[in-house]
C-alpha cells in the first residue's frame, strides 16, 4: 500500500501566524503598561525646557524671561475678573494673544501673604506648580498661567459636559488623587524646604487650592500659606490665629483643652494652640481622593486597593502616619495593577 504523506505546507504558516498574533498582543501590553508607569508623573511641561526664570506656555515656541514691572504694566490687559478671596482679586487678561491670569492684592493687610506667595512660586516653580509669567512687586502684581477649566471645584462639573465626558473614568480620576498625593510630597521636601498647605481647612478650601490642566491633570495654585515646618528644629506650623473645628482637620489641629461646653475646659488661645507638623496634610488624603474619584465604575475598586493606607492616614498619632511619600508609592502600584488587570480583561473578552 502506497504511503499517504501528511501535507504540512499550510501547517506551518499558521504556526508562525500564530506566534507573531502572541508576540503582538505582549508588545501591545507591554507599551500600554509602559504608559500607565510613566502617566502617574506629570508629562513635560512647556515651561519645564526653559532656563531658570524664563515661561513657555503650550502655544509659545521659545521661551521668554519673567515679565517684569514696566512689560506687566503695559502689555497685560485685564478682560474680566474670574475669582476673589481675601488676599487677591485674579483676572482673565491678554499679553500678546496670550490668556494669563492677573492676580492684584484685594486688602493691603493681606500684603504679607500675597508676596510670600510669589517667593513660593518663585522658589517651586516646576511640574507640580502653576507657572510664574511674571510679577510687579511696585504695584503688587502677579501674571500667571491661566488653566480655563478653573480649580479642582469644577471637576465634577467639567466631566459631566459633552466634550469632556470621555475622561470620567477610572483612570482619569485616579491620576488625579495621584497628582494631589505627589504635590503634597514634593511640597513636603521641596526647595523651600518641608511646607504645610494651610488653606486646606475644608475639603472645599482645599480643592480651590488647584487648578485643573487642560489635560486633567493637577497643578498647585494658591502658594500664598505654605508655612515651613521642622519638627528637628522645634519649627511647627499653626494655620490660622482662629479655633479650627470638624472632622476634615487633622487631630492635632484641633484645641486640645476642651471649650466653653467643657466644665473644666478652657476657651480657645492662639498663644497656648500648640503647633502640628505636615503630616497634618496626609491626614487630609482620604477625604479628598474620596471626593476625587466620585462614583465612577471601577471606583470602588481602587478605593478597596487604596483602605489599607488611608486607615493609616487617619491614625490620631500624627507619629504613625505614613508620609506623602509612602503614601505616593502605594497610589503608584495601585494604579498600575488596576490598568494591568484592566489590559488582562480586556484580552480575555
Known sequence: MARRD?????????????????????????LYLDSLHQSDEHPM???????????????????????????????????????QGAVKQVYLSEWRGQKVALSTLSSPEYLEDFLHG????????????????????????????????????????????????????????LRLALDYVSALSYLHASPAGCRVMCDSNSLEKTLSQFLLTADFRLVVNDLD???????SRGLLAKCGHREL??????PEQLWPF?????????????????GYDHLSDVWKIPDVTRHLM?????????HFHLFQIHEECK???????????????????????????????????
Open 315 to 349: 491614625r490620631r498619632d500624627p507619629r504613625l502616619r505614613p508620609s506623602a511619600l509612602d503614601v505616593l508609592a502605594v497610589y503608584r502600584s495601585v494604579y498600575a495593577n488596576m490598568g494591568r488587570d484592566a489590559v488582562g480583561s480586556r484580552d480575555m473578552l
Open 245 to 250: 473645628t470638624g472632622d476634615f482637620v487633622a
Open 6 to 30: 501528511i501535507p504540512t505546507s499550510t501547517s506551518v504558516p499558521v504556526v508562525f501566524v500564530c506566534l507573531g498574533a502572541l508576540l503582538f498582543g505582549n508588545v501591545l501590553i507591554y
Open 45 to 83: 511641561s512647556p515651561h519645564m525646557g526653559c532656563p531658570p526664570r524664563h515661561f513657555r506656555m503650550a502655544s509659545m515656541k521659545t521661551c521668554y524671561p519673567w515679565l517684569q514691572c514696566p512689560q506687566v504694566k503695559a502689555e497685560v490687559r485685564k478682560l474680566k475678573l474670574i475669582g
Open 118 to 173: 510669589v517667593t513660593m512660586l518663585q522658589t517651586l516653580q516646576g511640574s507640580h506648580v502653576v507657572q510664574l509669567v511674571g510679577w510687579c512687586p511696585e504695584e503688587v502684581l502677579l501674571v500667571t498661567e491661566y488653566h480655563p477649566l478653573g480649580s479642582l471645584l469644577s471637576l465634577d462639573a467639567m466631566l459631566a459636559q459633552e466634550r469632556h465626558r470621555s475622561h470620567d473614568t477610572w483612570q482619569t480620576r
Open 258 to 274: 476642651g471649650g466653653e461646653e467643657d466644665d473644666d475646659g478652657q476657651p480657645f488661645s492662639d498663644e497656648l494652640m500648640p
Open 225 to 231: 500659606a505654605l508655612p515651613e515646618v521642622d519638627p
Open 294 to 302: 466620585g462614583r465612577v465604575p471601577g471606583g470602588d475598586v481602587a
